[in-house]
């Protein structure tokens, strides 16, 4: 029996399911437990996704005002993890994913750490989204209008608007899928790729101030501090992107951008062409994708940033 098959036949048999994703959700994150959410809704099943807080920008999809922050269950039957490496990043939710009878963890990440019973990862995938839109396909789930929309909210933050290169011909298959159904694909790249909050503007605009090359130009550096974060009236997710910017500057391979955290600094590396950011992330005891990872350091952003320079070195 394949994984697929075990996992859907854990589906049928539950009668208590939990969608998790990691913390800080991005839009692959919510995108991907809404459309599973949905999706197993449809087939007459009543999950539960808690996901305690998220980007307001993803407020539009559908299932939202579903999403819990807790939950009274204590020991579901199946918990079902999206878009997360490793247990330890579904941070302070991981009871229900560890005390659930039937761990199930769907995935993208190289570095998943294969924490569940069943573990379906999809490295070559460009979003954990693609790969539920395989996982529904397989289950001969219908993908709805609903259920695209999340799917593709997923995709467009994963892939930056389908222009990083693990974007394949499928992406663009279910797109065009998206459009025949009459989904207004244009309008939802808006909403979760370009339009920026203010806060995120004004984050981004201390972060582009601050920001200094090394190694020849190949290397760009930012961060911002708590401080800043308090200043601007910072929101969850205000601070997406801003690692794009020292990315996109001619002659830049690596884009580091670290955010100061109360555990410490949030690290996010970005990579163009021959630096392994997983690699070097794993270093630091993270972890990620080969040209978009990150770790968490319990450390001053100085000490951080003299650290992963040293071991840039040696990569560049
Ligand atoms: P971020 O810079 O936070 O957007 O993360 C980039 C990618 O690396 C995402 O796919 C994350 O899920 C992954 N990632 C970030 N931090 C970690 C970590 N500590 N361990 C494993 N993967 C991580
Ligand atoms: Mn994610
Ligand atoms: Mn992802």
Redesign the pocket.
């Known amino acids: 029996m394949s994984t697929l098959d075990s996992i859907l036949e854990e589906i049928n048999k539950a009668e208590s399911i939990v969608i998790l994703t990691?913390e800080?959700p991005?839009g692959?994150a919510i995108g991907t437990g809404l459309a599973l959410y949905n999706a197993l809704k449809q087939i007459g099943k009543n999950p539960d996704i808690i996901i305690p807080e998220y980007p307001r920008i993803f407020e539009f999809l559908p299932g939202t005002d579903e999403i819990k922050k807790e939950s009274d269950i204590k020991k579901y039957d199946l918990a079902i993890s999206v878009?997360?490496?490793?247990i330890?990043?579904l941070n302070g939710f991981s009871n229900y994913f560890e005390d659930a009878k039937v761990k199930v963890s769907i995935d993208h990440?190289s570095?998943n750490t294969m924490f569940g019973d069943y573990n379906y990862i999809s490295p070559d995938a460009p979003a954990c989204a693609q790969i539920l839109l395989v996982v529904l396909e397989y289950f001969k789930i219908e993908i709805t209008k609903d259920i695209g929309t999340c799917i593709l909210a997923g995709i467009i933050t994963?892939t930056g608007g389908f222009k990083y290169s693990g974007v394949t011909s499928e992406t663009f298959k279910f797109v065009a899928e998206l459009l025949e159904k009459g989904i207004n694909v244009s309008k939802i790249y808006r909403r979760v790729l370009q339009t920026k909050t203010k806060a995120n503007f004004e984050l981004n605009r201390i972060a582009t101030n601050r920001l200094e090359f090394f190694e020849d130009g190949k290397v760009a550096f930012t961060y911002i501090t708590k401080e800043d974060e308090e200043k601007v009236n910072s929101e969850s997710g205000d601070h997406?992107g801003i690692?794009e910017t020292g990315r996109d500057i001619e002659g830049v391979e690596v884009s580091i951008?670290i955010r100061q955290t109360e555990k410490g600094c949030?690290?996010?590396?970005?990579s163009n062409e021959y630096v392994n950011v997983?690699d070097v992330?794993l270093l630091l005891?993270?972890?990620?994708?080969v040209h978009?990872?990150?770790?968490?350091m319990q450390c001053t952003i100085e000490q951080a940033k003299e650290k992963i320079l040293r071991q840039l070195k040696s990569v560049m």
């Open positions: 990691h800080n991005d692959d878009d997360c490496a490793t330890k990043m990440h570095t994963d997406e690692v951008f949030k690290v996010s590396m970005r997983s992330c005891g993270g972890g990620g994708h978009a990872a990150g770790a968490t």
